[in-house]
């Protein structure tokens, strides 16, 4: 299984600061044959599921703020909030589809 | 966009059964692979199992292969997940989840979840 590994656990933001969270993968979710990346990003708030935010590594869904981005490539991922709102707190995870089963980071927790 | 409502859930008792079911709507259903994940109180997300569009292929985690079974009905758009010789750490919010339609593996719409409990 590929394992997802996001740092750090947890991190406390100021209002309107970037947010910027890593996650690495045991091995390359790149596939050549098509150039992509299956590493996705979801938030999930406290008592709801999680919702989809990045696809492709650096896709955004429909409705998801610009201020939410993807980058990344290979094993070495990133998630940043470029100004961090009070509706952004929220745990967040990495989660690869390259492979069965597909896997999910630990979460990592965003307050401000 | 695509909703999906889970139900069954609840209390189970160690070495019985449960089934859950998820209702699919405002998307053509018999057209994707289904995930269930699953979510322990305060822990992250587990992948359970998923099932192609016309049911014919299934995939389990190991933690759950021979005693959980996934099936789907299109006629009814509806998923199910059949859980037998349930354990205390089978406790967990179970989500129903959709696939990408580009990747049978990555997920993209996500309904409510259901409760499981296990305990005697």
């Known amino acids: 299984d590929i394992v997802m590994t996001q740092s750090p656990d947890s991190l406390a933001v100021s209002l309107g600061e970037r947010a910027t969270i890593n996650c690495k993968s045991s091995?390359?979710?790149?596939?050549?044959?098509?150039?992509?990346?299956?590493l996705g990003w979801f938030q999930q708030k406290p008592g709801q599921p999680p919702k989809l935010l990045i696809y492709?590594?650096?896709t955004r869904e429909s409705g998801v703020p610009d201020r939410f981005s993807g980058s990344g490539s290979g094993t070495d991922f990133t998630l940043t909030i470029s100004s961090l709102q009070a509706e952004d707190v929220a745990i967040y995870y990495c989660?690869?589809?390259?492979?069965?089963?597909?896997?999910f980071g630990q979460g990592t927790e965003v307050e401000i | 966009e695509g909703q999906l409502v889970e139900s069954g859930g609840g209390l189970g008792q160690p070495g019985g059964s449960l089934r859950l079911s998820c209702a699919a709507s405002?998307?053509?259903?018999?057209?994707?692979?289904m995930h269930w994940v699953r979510q322990a109180p305060g822990k992250g997300l587990v992948w359970v199992s998923r099932?192609?569009?016309?049911?014919?292929?299934?995939n389990y985690a190991d933690s759950v292969k021979g005693r959980f079974t996934i099936s789907r009905d299109n006629a009814k758009n509806t998923l199910y997940l059949q859980m037998n010789s349930l354990r205390a750490e089978d406790t967990a919010v179970y989500y129903c989840?959709?696939?990408?339609?580009?990747?049978?593996?990555?997920?993209?719409?996500w309904g409510q979840g259901t409760t499981v409990t296990v305990s005697s």
């Open positions: 099932i192609n569009s016309d049911g014919t292929s299934t």
């Open positions: 989660h690869q589809y390259y492979t069965t089963p597909p896997t």
């Open positions: 405002r998307f053509t259903f018999s057209t994707y692979w």
């Open positions: 492709w590594a650096s």
């Open positions: 989840v959709r696939a990408q339609y580009s990747s049978s593996n990555g997920m993209d719409v």
């Open positions: 091995q390359s979710v790149l596939f050549s044959s098509n150039n992509k990346n299956y």
